[in-house]
């Protein structure tokens, strides 16, 4: 059974940082693609960082280039995401995905989401 359990989020003022994690569990961890996506109230879900699972290249979107980083922990099975510079716009909830491959900062092909962690940005 596929599981993805995100952690990290909370708020943080404006140019404060967080570190999210994906914790993953039932499939082959080390060699797939996971993505994290976005969503903020009333926004359509936004795909910030991917780490292509041949490779591990890590992909971004332009709004987050430079700010965050992706990486990829495989002897526990987890994917990190290091939020720094935040502004108020990053403000969302945050989800791992696991998916087929990466393309422009995004997962595609997914197939299994988490729950996603809350990041709030504000002073």
């Known amino acids: 059974q596929v599981q993805l359990v995100e952690s990290g989020g909370g708020l943080v003022q404006p140019g404060g940082s967080l570190r999210l994690a994906c914790v993953a569990s039932g499939f082959s961890f080390d060699y797939t693609s996971i993505g994290w996506f976005r969503q903020a109230p009333g926004k359509e879900r936004e795909g910030v960082s991917c780490?292509?699972?041949?490779?591990?290249?890590?992909y971004y979107a332009a709004s987050v280039e430079g700010r965050f980083t992706g990486s990829r922990d495989k002897a526990n099975n987890t994917v990190y995401l290091q939020l720094n510079n935040l502004r108020p716009e990053d403000t969302a909830l945050y989800s791992c995905?696991?998916?087929?491959?990466?393309?422009?900062?995004?997962?595609?092909?997914?197939?299994?989401w988490g729950k996603g962690t809350q990041v709030t940005v504000s002073s």
């Open positions: 780490i292509f699972g041949k490779d591990d290249t890590i």
């Open positions: 995905a696991k998916g087929s491959g990466c393309y422009l900062g995004a997962a595609y092909a997914v197939d299994s």
